[in-house]
């Protein structure tokens, strides 16, 4: 009993502490609209989201505050997560940029925050689904899960397939909502109305427009000038699939792909043992470990990663909506082990199969019953080989999918 007073104690200086980080009243403008923070959704890092509220429609968004710290290199890597959202916007499956602002705050004027307003889905994410299913002791019907899943697979292949935009391709982009020079993404079909939208392509306060330009005409280049003189193919990786980075639209159907601040180029040769760490690095800061693949924990000189650490995940987040973990979570739960050392050997099953994938004639008391079909159960087997040229690619995968929904009985609830 005290020690659930004292963890309810933790929690809410913890969310007290992230309230703080605004000033009061708990209101906030961005451009030239004014929100109300409502609460915290949830933080990571030196990010933290919130839900807040237009104050002129009562509108809800989601907010996402990214703290700078670390000067302009910090800053930079928050405006690739900017750019990422318009570069494969507009796609059903993939979440968009509303606005974004880059403000100085507190007495260091280099110390920058880059706020974010993102659209907000009240059903959350993948993993409260997850959750939920754990509690209740419900699962997901097979036909629904499927076509979640491969409204997923969807949205990578935008990436993974993604191509440069012309220069004329560019402008009809920024003519039709795409990043302008404000600094505003307006997005077809969120609650901002027509009139916000045009006083929004107007321009923001000089002062902050000129701050932004400076900053993305450093030396460092941006997602979009990484591409612009390449054209044709331009692949990317997410690098950071998880059930907790998929949102649910408020249709309970139509999977939405988010947080892109992990996306980066694909492939990626590796030349020298120094690359080879600062990748490790970079994943290990924004690639989450139980559905992080391995090559991304022993990166060698000479390897080529690509898109298939997003194939991996895939299997990894597919896994968990059957049974309630990632498999390697589940398997280093199991038997006490490291859980890198489980991912590297590819160490996993499911829980009614013993060694080499066979079903186990007993079950212990301890074990879930779960039923899984055999075809559902191979595409996450076909996902989590240890060598990446091993697993199918996203078309490969998208086709499996659709194979798998065409046979499911018309009548089967959704």
């Known amino acids: 009993m005290a020690q659930n007073v004292i963890n309810n104690f933790i929690s809410c200086m913890s969310y007290m502490s992230c309230m703080s980080c605004f000033p009061r009243p708990t209101t906030l403008k961005i451009n030239r609209f004014n929100f109300k923070i409502l ?18 429609n009562e509108a809800l968004y ?40 880059i403000l100085s705050e507190g007495s260091d004027p280099g110390t920058k925050t ?26 997901f019907p097979g036909k629904k899960l499927m076509i979640i899943f491969l409204g997923v697979c969807r949205a990578l292949k935008a990436m993974h397939q993604h191509r440069s935009r012309g220069t004329s391709d560019k402008k009809d982009n920024q003519d039709t909502g795409g990043l302008n020079h404000s600094g505003t993404h307006t997005v077809e079909g969120t609650n901002i109305n027509k009139a916000k939208k045009e006083g929004a392509n107007k321009g923001t306060d000089s002062d902050s427009d000129s701050e932004q330009q400076k900053l993305l005409t450093e030396e460092e280049p941006t997602l979009d000038q990484e591409e612009a003189n390449l054209g044709g193919l331009n692949a990317y990786a997410h690098r950071d699939i ?52 391995p090559e991304l924990f022993d990166v060698r000189t000479g390897s080529i990663i690509d898109t298939k650490v997003d194939i991996w995940s895939l299997g990894c987040t597919l896994y968990a909506c059957l049974v309630g973990k990632s498999p390697f979570e589940m398997r280093s739960d199991e038997t006490g082990g490291s859980l890198s050392i489980c991912i590297l050997s590819g160490d996993w099953r499911f829980p009614d199969e013993g060694a080499g994938g066979k079903k186990t004639k007993t079950k212990a008391p301890e074990i879930p019953a779960i039923n899984i079909s055999s075809s559902i159960r191979n595409i ?30 018309e009548d089967e609830s959704l």
């Open 62 to 101: 989601a907010l996402k505050k990214i703290r700078c710290l670390f000067g302009q290199e910090s800053v930079l890597l928050a405006m690739k997560e900017v750019e990422a959202y318009s570069l494969f916007s507009p796609h059903p499956n993939i979440i968009q940029c509303i606005d974004y602002a």
């Open 380 to 409: 996450v087997r076909k996902c989590l080989k240890v060598e990446p040229t091993e697993r199918p690619d996203i078309d490969d995968l998208i086709s499996i999918v659709e194979d798998i929904i065409s046979k499911f009985d």
């Open 114 to 139: 880059v706020y974010i307003v993102l659209p907000y889905f009240r059903r959350g994410n993948l993993q409260d689904t997850i959750n939920a299913n754990l509690i209740n002791h419900t699962e």
């Open 242 to 293: 998880k059930p907790g980075n998929i949102m649910i639209d408020d249709d309970g159907e139509r999977p939405i792909l988010m947080d892109l601040g992990s996306v980066a180029p694909s492939p990626i040769t590796i030349t020298s043992r120094s690359q080879a760490l600062a990748l490790q690095d970079t994943a290990a800061e924004h690639s989450t470990m139980p559905y992080r693949a």
């Open 39 to 56: 609460r915290l959704l949830g933080e990571g890092g030196f990010s933290y989201v919130y839900l807040i509220q237009d104050t002129s």
